[in-house]
């Protein structure tokens, strides 16, 4: 059988960055992973592996995953700028200089009215540098990290500091993978001029993982204060051990918590606790679930202007998929295993498979969805709107108009690229920035 590619978001960077594989990763095996994790840590329930006398090749999972994708999927089909909007045009500026980098974020509280404020911006490998920006519009970066869980943090294939977000009193939320390849949540407090981090940091959430793979990691906290954090299905050839659809487990979801302060300052008093109107899935299920199906929603984003949440999962064999929830849809299932994007997988069918938004078929360049933002600026005013997100093996970067029941417009491409795309920022001005981990950050301007 055909060795699959491994979608796997900032291995295949760093591989293609140092010449280790071929354009796509197409020389990274994905099979399950190396067995990492410290179960008894964790808050995950541990779910044995599906039983099964068969050869690991003769496997559902496995054989879907190394079946040619079938004709008639959707393309990408993108039309460029100059075509769909003569006379618009937008270009890439400079805007941090971090090697490596792959979460930032602005600080809002502290920007004022045609100023971007400053914010922070992470690396894979654990290490947080404040930024100032100047009257100009240039980012200064601090001569040094205000906080360094670099000997605390894997990073290999889909692990690292992979989320980052302003939550309640001005805290600063990680989500990073530790030494152990354990996901957790921690909080960080910056002094009051965002020079440094005071006091000590506190982890309120660790979610045990299976291996390396699909850990996903994104925080966001929605206009009521509830915060929402992605998972992934834990890697492995097609959800080898059926997380995707297993209730009992943090992985393959979307959870939603509300923060418990206690009434306390200090966030070592604080913790996360299942959301009011999370969904009752049934006996033994999960409560933190809010939405399940997922097989690595490494970014989520919400649209302020609609209180949507859009969630781009990235596809194993043949499809990227975008789907647009709105904050009342607890329960959602995205499908996975049993579909990838709206295609039948493996498994049993589903009476209840919330089919995406947008999707789009791998190949032609193409292997891996990187989730934007709405785009809701005013420097590019004709993308008001537009889901403006990128593909990390073909590095273009698009915008879609995408209506929630009703599919997409045409794509388009934006007529830019960064080597290695793997996230997006927003500002307090709703102006976007692309995060690269090969060149840094870079600002969207017309």
Known sequence: MPRRRL???????????????????????????????????????TVPEPTTTLPLTQTPEYVASNTPCPAGLPEIGAVGVAEAAPGRTVTLEPFLDVPEATVMVFDRARSSAG??????????RGRIWHFEVDGSGT?????GPVADFSSNTAAEHDQGLVGMTFGPK???????TDRHGDSVVTVLTPRDDRSGLQGESANLLTVSQTNAQHNGGALVFGPDGLLYVSFGDGGGLGDPHHHGQNLTTPLGAILRFA???GGSTDAGDWRLVPAPGNPDLGTASDPRIWAYGARNPFQISLDTVTGTLWVADVGQQCMEEVTVLGLDEAGA????????GSRRFVGTELDNHREP?????????????IGGHVYRGSELDWLTGRYVFADLCGGDIYAVAVQPGAGPDEVWSLGVSTPRPVGFGVDAAGELYVIDIETGVWRLAG
């Open 333 to 340: 299932n995205l499908g996975w295993n049993s579909y990838e």
């Open 115 to 124: 100023s971007r404020g400053g914010g922070f911006v992470g690396d894979r």
């Open 357 to 369: 938004d947008f999707e789009y078929r791998h190949g032609r360049g193409l292997c891996a969805v």
């Open 259 to 261: 923060v418990d302060d």
């Open 7 to 45: 979608f796997s978001l900032v291995a295949c960077a760093v591989a293609m960055t140092t010449g280790a594989a071929a354009a796509g990763c197409s020389g990274i095996d994905d099979s399950t992973g190396p067995a990492i994790g410290n179960p008894a840590g964790g808050t995950a329930t």
């Open 170 to 176: 001005g805290r600063l939320w990680i989500n990073r």
């Open 139 to 143: 980012a200064v970066l601090g001569d």
